[in-house]
């Protein structure tokens, strides 16, 4: 079975664009969850779907926003960049049920110059 | 609200010997908890995880965890460390009860094992 792919690996891009970071989940599963990793901050929730819709949203400005489709692929998009927005941007993808572990992506290396 | 504390953010062991990384947690219902790994410029690997029943958990690589209910604790442990065992060490949470309950990170724990 096919892992958690991000796409791409690495980006730069310079503040006040906007990003759009790609997920595809592991075959099956319908929730996807993001997070940004930073040194300072560790792992912050920033938002869970699952089928479609948005389940769960952690506390981030309304810059950052996602979005599934009915692949269970996802999309994160950061409008407005920020120089403290540069983190690793890391998906997980889980069947749905709480007891079960997510599978986390490699994640995408934001740098915002 | 629901969180993770992992007390130290480094553990350094010898290897050959056994090493202990903490976690205490906190939620409103029952926990569902887990422990999870990281590698420089890499995603999480899950390790093991506590759902119910048998409070040792035995894991990927050797790694177990003992949950302790009265202490809110989860535990990571392996009885001989390896060199390739230095990584970050995350341990997470999720209330088992309440409604969309998202998975809730501690900050981490880096493990080093020296030869």
């Known amino acids: 079975k096919a892992g958690v792919t991000q796409t791409p690996r690495y980006l730069i891009k310079t503040r006040g664009q906007q990003v759009t970071l790609s997920c595809s989940p592991i075959s099956g599963h319908r929730s996807v969850s993001w997070y940004q990793q930073t040194p300072g901050q560790g792992l912050q929730f920033l938002f869970e779907?699952?089928?479609?819709?948005?389940?769960n949203k952690g506390n981030f400005p309304g810059r950052f926003s996602g979005r599934q489709f009915s692949n269970s692929r996802s999309e994160m998009n950061v409008s407005t960049l920020e120089l403290g927005d540069s983190a690793l941007y890391l998906c997980?993808?889980?069947?749905?049920?709480?007891?079960?572990?997510?599978?986390f992506g490699q994640g995408t290396r934001l740098t915002v110059v | 609200a629901q969180s993770v504390a992992q007390p130290e953010d480094q553990v350094n062991v010898a290897e050959g010997n056994p090493l202990t990384v903490k976690c205490t947690y906190s939620?409103?219902?029952?926990?569902?908890l887990f422990w999870y790994v990281q590698y420089p410029n890499r995603g999480l690997q899950f390790l093991l995880k506590?759902?119910?029943?048998?409070?040792l958990v035995k894991g990927s690589y050797g790694f177990e965890a003992e949950f302790n209910k009265s202490q809110t604790s989860f535990h990571l442990k392996k009885p001989s460390a390896l060199v390739s065992d230095s990584a970050l060490y995350f341990c997470?949470?999720?209330?088992?009860?309440?409604?969309?309950?998202?998975?809730?990170f501690g900050k981490g724990t880096m493990l080093l094992v020296s030869p």
């Open positions: 997470a949470v999720r209330d088992k009860d309440s409604g969309y309950s998202t998975l809730t």
């Open positions: 506590y759902i119910t029943g048998d409070n």
């Open positions: 997980a993808s889980s069947p749905g049920g709480r007891e079960n572990e997510a599978f």
């Open positions: 779907y699952f089928s479609e819709t948005q389940r």
């Open positions: 939620v409103s219902g029952n926990p569902y």
